[in-house]
């Protein structure tokens, strides 16, 4: 996707959500790496952690206005961001959208955000007008997308899959059962053409 036609969607979006450009900011994810939450806090700016989900999450979350995460990792083909963190819940209006970046087409997401069966949730919704798109969401071991007590919300075309619960332990003897999306609630949300415990094979 050449930058033109990636400025005209960011625009298309901001409209639709009601929000002129004046007043977003905007956090571009170029790198699949991951990072300790806590060097974001002695140094938000470091380059090491700059261009990381992480980070613009982070970035996002301390902004005073709404914000959108766009994706323009270099190469062709998926990218897979292998968390080893978990991401902090989105307490701010944000956009997540990974349509934006490169090589993404619907049903097959260019961006695979990987739990690596060791992370609970890959996104938490806890706060009204956030969007989750075009991402692809595997290997976590609760939920896909949690949203909790919020009006309004938009998550679509996503891919959700294998998210597993481990088995019960003497530590852990109850079970939640493993959802893809779930919602506590919720009101005025919108979900549409995800695909949820398989894709698009």
């Not at 002695?42 to 914000?67: F, H, M, S, Y």
């Not at 996503?158 to 919720?186: D, E």
Request: aromatic share 8%; proline share 6%; net charge negative.
């Amino acid at each position: 996707m050449n930058k033109k036609l990636t400025q005209i969607i960011f625009v298309f979006l901001m409209l639709a959500a009601g929000i002129s450009q004046a007043q977003v900011d905007t956090f571009t994810v170029t790198k699949t790496t991951d990072f300790d939450p806590f060097l974001y806090q002695d140094n938000p700016e470091d380059t090491a952690i700059a261009g990381t989900l992480q980070w613009a999450v982070r970035k996002a979350n301390d902004a005073i206005v709404p914000c959108v995460i766009v994706f323009n990792i270099s190469g062709n083909g998926q990218h897979t961001i292998n968390l080893i963190y978990q991401l902090p819940y989105l307490n701010n209006e944000i956009i997540i959208d990974a349509t934006t970046q490169n090589g993404y087409t619907p049903g097959n997401p260019a961006i695979i955000i990987d739990g690596a069966n060791a992370i609970p949730i890959c996104f938490h919704l806890a706060i009204d007008n956030c969007s989750i798109k075009g991402c692809y969401i595997q290997n976590f071991t609760s939920k896909g997308i949690s949203v909790y007590n919020v009006n309004g919300f938009l998550i679509e075309n996503n891919v959700i899959n294998r998210i597993i619960i481990p088995p019960p332990s003497p530590l852990k003897p109850c079970v939640i059962p493993a959802s893809g999306i779930a919602l506590f609630n919720c009101m005025n949300g919108i979900i549409r053409t995800n695909i949820i415990g398989t894709d698009a094979t």
